[in-house]
């Protein structure tokens, strides 16, 4: 035998062996997978894909692909999730995280995190007794399939089988959506468009979540609030409604001496930069990166500029404004 020869025979059993992989797969869905659609029909936030090593890269893929078919997804490396991404990690997202044996000791923390903060999780693993399914809300298990390397150790049947099972993922949501070819060229390069025009207001907070206190609030209970909202600021209105100031963490290390016996009013940075709820969120990206902060109070000058809104980096990330 030729060594071209050799090559095609290696790549057919390749091909043999994975096809056999997905045959399985299609055999062994059931109802975990309609559960699994359902969860993310019901999640009002984003899929947070997750998974180490080769899963991971497929994970990536599969964000991808539901990104691009009417489900907003981002991938989040665990490894980076230990170390300040668990913050894009929101209630009313819902986590898929991947990983052959289920044991992946990377992903604990991203694990944990959904457990603590009641974020639905989707997990998919080839043994049905691992930590990752048995503390998954829905478990979808991988067959058991021949690794196409031959040798059983290197993730070739495993991985196909993961990004076969996204792509049935994404196009079942997509079908339920009435996802449409035009829908589809909004996303490319539409979509990049389209994340590009979303205005401040298509992605800020808003009521009850802002972070607001008056000027004579006593700054141990600024602090609470601060605490409470969780954007480690906290506006100062006047009496009118308007936003005369901002207390922010750089507040509040100058003027750490006698900072309990201090007010707002007295602590906080006047005349804050805001932004419109009308303007391009592109544009308050710009503006938090040329001032190096995380978050913009939004301030409507037809309400005389009350805050109205407040805009978080990590939403602008999520939509895909970059």
Do not use: W, Y
């Not at 205005?199 to 209970?221: C, I, Q, R």
């Not at 909202?229 to 009496?239: R, S």
């Amino acid at each position: 035998m030729t060594d071209a020869e050799t090559f095609l025979a290696a790549a057919r059993r390749v091909i043999e062996i994975e096809a056999r992989g997905l045959d399985a797969l299609s055999a062994a869905l059931g109802g975990s997978f309609s559960e699994a659609v359902d969860l993310i029909l019901k999640a009002k936030g984003r899929v947070i894909v997750s998974g180490m090593g080769k899963s991971g890269h497929v994970g990536r893929k599969i964000a991808a692909t539901l990104a691009s078919t009417g489900t907003p997804a981002q991938f989040v490396h665990p490894a980076e999730a230990s170390h300040g991404d668990l913050g894009m990690v929101t209630k009313g997202d819902v986590a898929l995280v991947l990983s052959n044996s289920g044991e992946t000791p990377e992903l604990s923390d991203i694990i944990a995190h959904t457990r603590r903060f009641d974020i639905p999780l989707i997990g998919v693993a080839s043994r049905e007794d691992s930590t990752l399914l048995r503390q998954a809300d829905v478990a979808i298990v991988l067959p058991a399939a021949e690794e196409a390397c031959g040798t059983g150790v290197v993730p070739t049947t495993s991985t196909t089988m993961t990004l076969a099972l996204g792509d049935a993922l994404a196009v079942a949501l997509m079908e339920h959506r009435h996802f449409t070819p035009d829908h589809f060229r909004t996303f490319h390069p539409g979509g990049k468009l389209g994340a590009r025009l979303l205005k401040v207001a298509d992605l800020m907070h808003s009521g009850d979540a802002l972070p607001l206190t008056s000027g004579n609030t006593p700054m141990s209970e600024a602090l609470l609030i601060m605490s409470q909202k969780g954007f480690g600021v906290v506006g100062v209105t006047d009496a009118d409604g308007r936003l005369a100031g901002i207390v922010t963490d750089g507040d509040l290390r100058r003027h750490m001496t006698g900072l309990l016996d201090r007010t707002a009013g007295e602590v906080m940075t006047r005349s804050p930069l805001t932004v419109e709820p009308g303007a391009i969120a592109e544009k308050a990206v710009a503006m938090m990166r040329d001032r190096k902060i995380t978050c913009l109070f939004v301030a409507d000058p037809a309400d005389g500029g009350a805050a109205t809104g407040l805009i978080h980096i990590h939403d602008c990330l999520r939509a895909g404004v970059v």
